[in-house]
């Protein structure tokens, strides 16, 4: 077996962690997209406030339930 040291082995997770995280963000974003009556992007480009909130709450939601996930599996 290879012996990578553990400093190494953890950028590895947190690089993994970062394009897992942007990945899911973008497939939820879309999933959410599909399902409503309105298109996300546009309604941000009128300056609704109310979509970028909930945009907000999509994102900082996903984060943190996929930032526990890798960090309970760094343990």
């Known amino acids: 077996m290879l012996d990578i040291p553990p400093i ?3 950028f590895i997770y947190v690089i993994f962690g970062g394009l897992l995280t942007l990945v899911f963000m973008k497939l939820s974003c879309s999933m959410f997209n599909r ?3 309105f ?3 546009d ?3 009128k300056g609704n ?3 970028g909130l909930m945009v ?3 994102f900082i939601g996903l984060g943190i339930s ?3 996930v890798i ?3 760094l343990s």
């Open 43 to 45: 309604e941000l480009g």
């Open 71 to 73: 960090g309970l599996g």
């Open 66 to 68: 996929l930032g526990l």
């Open 35 to 37: 399902m409503v009556n």
């Open 8 to 10: 190494i082995l953890n």
């Open 39 to 41: 298109n996300i992007s």
């Open 49 to 51: 406030v109310a979509v």
């Open 56 to 58: 907000m709450g999509i």
